[in-house]
């Protein structure tokens, strides 16, 4: 496509239940970034992968959080056992060097757990 | 947690005025972007600027950077209703280009 795809873009979640994030990044894009934006807040960084490789992951809050990209092209971001303070928009973001410049965003997913 | 700071936190102007937000960030920096925020929407990359430069333009937009204040400012020139946004400064460390952080944003409104 043509952007950098993101579903669902609206999750409501029961406090307790797993969710999965979807991100499609745009075809050819090395770099893959995960972050979460709480509201009013700018993006906070949670991983970064390099194709399939996952090579930061520093900024994941807890083991709760697990995110894979297996074929190096489409990623999911996985949360078990959702609490309320996971409720924030989730943005995916390619890049077409391995680094963090110029990177393109997706929507995001907002996340809202009750 | 966030990098540093954006000021100020909101700006609001009539069409036709310029607009100035400025960035500070805490550490040392390998480049400093600019990304733009519609409502609801995800980050729009506006233009980037590396540590050795001090100064760069990109049709309305003007950034300058100073590295031993550690700051950044953002000009738009002559805004329109569609500049209306929040904007986000980023910066990616020295040694780590591999994350982004980003500082709180400044939410700027144009009045038509």
């Known amino acids: 496509g043509a952007g950098v795809s993101q579903s669902p873009r609206y999750k409501v979640a029961k406090r307790g239940q797993d969710v999965a994030l979807r991100c499609d990044p745009i075809?050819?894009?090395?770099?893959l970034f995960w972050y979460q934006q709480a509201l009013g807040q700018g993006p906070e960084f949670l991983t970064y992968?390099?194709?399939?490789?996952?090579?930061?992951k520093s900024g994941l809050p807890s083991d709760r959080f697990f995110a894979e990209r297996p074929e190096g092209s489409v990623s999911t971001l996985k949360i078990q056992r959702t609490q309320q303070e996971d409720s924030a928009v989730y943005l995916c973001?390619?890049?077409?060097?391995?680094?963090?410049?110029?990177?393109?965003f997706g929507q995001g997913t907002r996340l809202t757990v009750v | 947690s966030q990098q540093g700071e954006e000021d100020p936190q909101a700006l609001s102007i009539q069409e036709g005025e310029n607009a100035t937000m400025n960035c500070s960030y805490k550490?040392?920096?390998?480049?400093l972007q600019w990304y733009r925020q519609n409502s609801g929407r995800g980050l729009v990359h506006l233009i980037l600027?590396?540590?050795?430069?001090r100064e760069k333009h990109s049709g309305r937009l003007r950034v300058t950077l100073d590295t031993s204040k550690k700051s950044s400012s953002l000009l738009i020139t002559a805004s329109r209703a569609a500049d209306t946004a929040s904007y986000f400064c980023?910066?990616?460390?020295?040694?780590?280009?591999?994350?982004?952080?980003f500082g709180s944003g400044t939410q700027l409104t144009v009045l038509p």
């Open positions: 973001a390619s890049s077409l060097v391995p680094q963090a410049l110029r990177a393109f």
């Open positions: 075809s050819g894009h090395v770099s």
């Open positions: 992968f390099q194709n399939e490789a996952q090579l930061d």
């Open positions: 550490t040392s920096i390998n480049n």
């Open positions: 600027i590396r540590s050795n430069e």
């Open positions: 980023a910066t990616d460390q020295s040694g780590s280009a591999r994350q982004l952080t």
